[in-house]
């Protein structure tokens, strides 16, 4: 992933990561969830790119740590009646020379005219830089793609495979001056 990385380009995630305290948290708990969150979003990414070849029988052969991940997103997936648009792509602001990776974008069929950017999250508890992270897709899909996002929200996965939670955010402005400022604060210290 980082070979698509400029070394002049700092990602999103970077940026707001000073932000979330996880410093109480072991390094091998981080590190295992880091690596599960890649594995759920691996799995996401390939059905999404592939609905009707993804066999239900697969579901027995996914790891443990991510199966009812999985089973979560397909519960959405199934009942949300979404149409993918852009799944798993990263986007660059050449002028801020930042870069994030985008999950997916697409619209509900009952009103395809209306983008949607999707935030894939496996930790349980919400974070206050959600909102922010997706102010910041949402400015790179309309620098990148020349797309306007009018929505933007996490699916927050459930390690059981109970339905997401759906975190929709709704100040686009607010949020998008936050990270602003954010980024001004990253540039200035680093």
Known sequence: ?????????????EIL????????????VLENAADRGKRVHALC??????????????????????????????????????TPFIIEKRLYDHE???????????????????????????????????NLQTAAYKMLAQTD??????????LQLDKNGKTPRF???FDHEKDEELFLSAYDLHNFFY
């Open 45 to 82: 990414e390939k059905y999404l790119k592939n609905p009707h070849e993804f066999h239900p029988f697969l579901i027995e052969i996914i790891d443990d740590d991510c199966k009812g991940y999985f089973q979560s997103f397909l519960r959405w997936y199934e009942n949300a009646k979404f």
């Open 17 to 28: 990561g000073r932000y979330t305290n996880l410093s109480s948290i072991p390094q091998s």
């Open 145 to 154: 793609l020349s797309l306007e996002i009018d929505r933007r929200a996490c």
């Open 1 to 13: 992933m980082n070979k698509e990385i400029p070394s002049d380009y700092t990602r999103v995630t």
């Open 167 to 169: 975190v929709e955010f």
């Open 96 to 130: 801020l020379k930042i870069t994030g990776q985008i999950d997916l974008i697409g619209s509900y069929d009952a009103n395809p005219e209306e983008l949607i950017l999707v935030d894939f999250k496996t930790p349980q508890n919400s974070s206050k830089t959600w």
